[in-house]
């Protein structure tokens, strides 16, 4: 199992843990913090460096990691449903108000739909 360093507090002052990449939904930047997010179902923890930097060793490891939209990076493997109308990703079949989402830009939801067309759409 191949993991990742974060932290469960944005200032790191609990410590740090290791974290299971496959358990990762997406990543999201933070400027006001200057921070990646990551973001897995149920928890958010907190790392430094950037977007690309983290996608581009993510994807360069064997993972599944699309860089969406200017401060998201998505696991594509995650991904259970895709909102149409809204250009989002969710991560659970049944979708409720408080469902991890991950936005995207149109033409990457329109790049990810065609590529990954067996997932299905969340109307």
């Known amino acids: 199992m191949v993991c990742i360093t974060v ?55 064997g993972f599944n990691f699309v860089m969406v939209d200017r401060t998201n990076v998505v696991n594509m493997d995650k991904i259970v449903l895709l909102d149409e109308v809204h250009h989002v990703a969710y991560f659970e079949k049944d979708v409720t108000n408080t469902s991890k989402r991950c936005t995207f830009t149109n033409i990457n939801f329109e790049k990810v739909q065609r590529k990954y067309s067996s997932v299905p759409a969340y109307n």
């Open 7 to 61: 932290s469960r507090d944005a200032d790191a002052t609990t410590g740090i843990i290791s974290l299971p990449i496959q358990d990762i939904a997406f990543l999201e930047y933070a400027r006001k913090i200057d921070r990646v997010i990551v973001h897995t179902i149920d928890e958010m923890y907190y790392m430094t460096g950037t977007l690309k930097y983290w996608q581009s060793a993510l994807d360069n490891s």
